[in-house]
């Protein structure tokens, strides 16, 4: 998850003076800042780069603000030839700031600190392009998926292609892992889901495997409940993040033995605090901890959070330790 | 899922005549007339008594309003006082139109449509109580769940009893089976899963059956994923809703295998209509209309759904055949 945020003074105070958020973003000097900022605080394993899925439309042309309290506001496609008129050619040139703050990251990180980079899979990238903001059923976007999945097919299409090298440009400036963010796979009934979420992220697996081989996967379909053990068992990614609700025993033993998996505490029990937050991430270490595992939150954090709760989080992590 | 709503002209002109959307629900005319408007189109083999899941709150003193385009607003409870504030003296008696108006439905229906009462489950309804609105994360309801279980747990028998009581009384009115709506089911990691949503689903149950031993139940716990399955086994309810993203073959397999199962048309693919619906439909019934189910949506029909897919789609279903 983004560790970077308003549950940060400095990340606030940073806020308030840079431009919009777009602009911050595709800034290296502030997103080599706000990525470190966390960083400099708890000293995490890995840090994830600061950047927004949203980059990508951008990049390709179409328009994409932000409104404080609003979210993504995007000048949204109404129709297929509006794919057509996607400025794929040469946008990853437009993508650049962000490669210039990986390679600033790597050499600024400490040595141990894992670099991850991300983008928004597919599926999530597209609902935000057809429905032009957050949606709370995401009508729009999947209206046009069942009506017209021909043309459906090829912004998505489209979107592994670019996604793919968005990401390899990430690994080769210094990314040492990539996170594929899928926030709004759990809406669709599972035929749906396999063609619009499951073989895109494979298609992305597979093209960023040939060109960076060495650099690990890591594969969010929001969500998908049971779908979690296809997506570990298909997907091609080295590792999933868990969301909130993936029961920890059954995830234990149908997805961590085929992947890494990470996850999954509930961002609202590290907002609560105290015994709540201290028994579920307890829950989590001692049936996820022992085999291959990364602790991370199920979803990002809220803004309100208590920045003393994280360090209680990240000292209770720390001091964790397999039963004998 | 309600069959009535702003899809219908008839709804669309009843409601733009009546008061506000509350004194709508508990006039018995109004009720029973919008309860009528989808049968008279469509013939259902049941029809779902309009009403909505916060007469509840309203009836225990709590101010509910609803606006147009927000949806529904509360005074909030913000301290564990607030629940001992509660009216739960009488509050019975100030849902007498709602089984005035079941009893006029049991009446006026033809014999063969099964009418369907209802009420919110504990979480969902408690969930808007402490929210106010509609809520992305339910960061304040969940908040307060983990920051103070005893008195959130409180809210929750409080609701356990007085839902049960309220689903008697439709019972006792003439409805002839339940359904117990969870619709914010989903956020929660399993062990809060089980205490706030699937422990209360049971404590409904079980004193629904010792007043009326024969009246079905119909449990939605929305989102849940796998806990389906452990819902099937110990909710005691006699059918599911499943949403959308349920797999079918799982369910088939995990849940039919125990219950009755109702769902789940993704409400998008009958807003497209065409082959996706179509198809979508036809995934359905082949697989779960052999055995015990009620065909239905996976969530609510959205306003802008035309009409002529409705038909389509009750034809559809009507034509089906169990493969010889």
Chains 1, 2 share one sequence.
């Not at 919009?20 to 502030?30: A, S």
């Not at 080769?172 to 499951?198: H, I, K, M, N, T």
């Not at 990470?262 to 961002?267: A, S, V």
Request: proline letters at 6%; charged letters at 25%; one cysteine or more.
């Amino acid at each position: 998850m983004r560790q970077a945020g308003r549950y940060l003074p400095e990340y606030r105070e940073l806020r308030a003076q840079a431009g919009d958020f777009l602009t911050t973003c595709l800034t290296p000097e502030m997103a080599v800042e706000i990525t470190l900022q966390p960083i400099r605080r708890f000293a995490f394993d890995a840090a994830i780069l600061f950047s927004d899925i949203l980059v990508l439309p951008h990049a390709l042309g179409q328009s994409v603000r932000f409104e404080e309290g609003t979210g993504p506001i995007l000048k949204a496609l109404t129709r297929a030839s509006d794919i057509d008129d996607l400025a794929v050619r040469g946008f990853i040139d437009r993508l650049a700031p962000v490669y210039e703050a990986v390679r600033r990251l790597r050499a600024d990180l400490p040595a141990q600190t894992t670099l991850i980079g991300f983008a928004g899979a597919p599926w999530t990238v597209a609902s935000y392009m057809i429905e032009g903001r957050s949606s709370k059923d995401f009508a729009k976007a999947k209206a046009w998926a069942y009506r017209d999945p021909v043309s459906f097919q090829r912004l998505i299409d489209l979107l592994i292609e670019t996604t793919a090298d968005h990401l390899i440009c990430q690994a080769e400036a210094g990314a040492e892992a990539l996170q594929l963010f899928d926030s709004w796979a759990g809406v669709w009934p599972e035929g749906a889901l396999r063609r619009w979420c499951l073989d895109p992220a494979r298609a992305i697996r597979e093209r960023v495997r040939a060109a960076c081989p060495d650099v690990p996967m890591i594969a969010f379909p929001r969500g998908v409940g049971l779908l979690y053990e296809t997506f570990a068992e298909t997907s091609g990614a080295e590792g999933l993040s868990l969301d909130t609700t993936v029961p920890l025993v059954w995830a234990r033993d149908h997805v961590q033995t085929k992947v890494t998996v990470q996850g999954n505490l509930d961002p609202i029990a590290l907002l609560a605090g105290g015994e709540a937050q201290r028994e579920e991430t307890a829950r989590i270490l001692d049936t996820l901890a022992a085999k291959p595992f990364i602790f991370n939150l199920g979803h990002g954090i809220l803004p309100e959070t208590p920045i003393v709760h994280v360090q209680t989080l990240v000292d209770h992590v720390r001091a964790w330790r397999a039963p004998a």
